[in-house]
Structures are given as C-alpha cells and as structure tokens.
C-alpha cells in the first residue's frame, strides 16, 4: 500500500477501533448488569414475576445503546473506507473529464499493439500480392 492510501483508511481504522471499544463495554456491562439482577434476586429484593419490563430496561439502559453505537460506528467505517478507497476521475476547471492521466490499465495497450500488427499484417499482404 503507498502512504496515501494508508492515510487515507486511518479515519476508518479510528472508527473500527471505537467500535470494538464500545461492543467490549457493552458486554462488561451485560455481565456486571446479570450480576446485580442475579443478586438482587437472590436477596430476594426482585422478584420473578412482574419486573420484566424494569430488567429489559436495566439492560437497554446499561448495554443495548452501546453495541447499538457500536453497530453504526463498525457501518460508518466500512461505508468512509468504501467511499475513500474508490478512485475518481480528474476533472479540470472547467468541468470536463480530464483524460491525460495514464491509468494502469493494460488493456489499451493490448489493443492498440493488436491494431497495429493486424495492419501491418495488412501490408506486408497486399506487398506480397503486387509482386
């Protein structure tokens, strides 16, 4: 890879980061959250039935926005290191495509040196055939 393209994929790198960051909280705080309810339970302060609604929130409250933020920022790293890594065409001032940058692209030289010797095939025929 050169140093551009590296430069280019460090904000994207940041977010995956962020991402994985998040999704660890996230499940720390899944556990230490069954913890508490599995103690609370125990002491018998929560009771078994008719608390369900307070412990999908305790749970919602604690850990689901997290991987839900961890979600979009892994979506939003994918989608910048999409958007970042295609190539765009040069465009000069005025708005028209600007064609002189030579691409890599190997099929054109493919062609033309078939063109050529398709012609030059030609002549040496038509030579032939005049003599």
Do not use: H
């Amino acid at each position: 890879m050169t140093k551009t393209k590296i430069i280019r994929i460090i904000p994207s790198i940041i977010l995956y980061i962020s991402a994985v960051l998040l999704i660890a909280f996230a499940v720390w705080s899944f556990i230490y959250g069954a913890d508490i309810i599995a103690q609370a339970k125990a002491m018998g302060q929560l009771p078994d039935s008719g608390v369900q609604y307070e412990i999908i929130n305790y749970y919602m409250g604690s850990c689901g926005q997290y991987a839900v933020y961890a979600i979009l920022l892994a979506a939003a790293g994918y989608i910048l290191q999409r958007i970042q890594l295609t190539t765009c065409v040069p465009v000069d001032s005025v708005g028209t495509v600007n064609n002189s940058i030579d691409d890599d692209d190997d099929d054109d030289d493919d062609a033309d040196e078939l063109l050529e010797n398709t012609v030059e095939t030609k002549n040496e025929s038509e030579a032939k055939s005049d003599s």
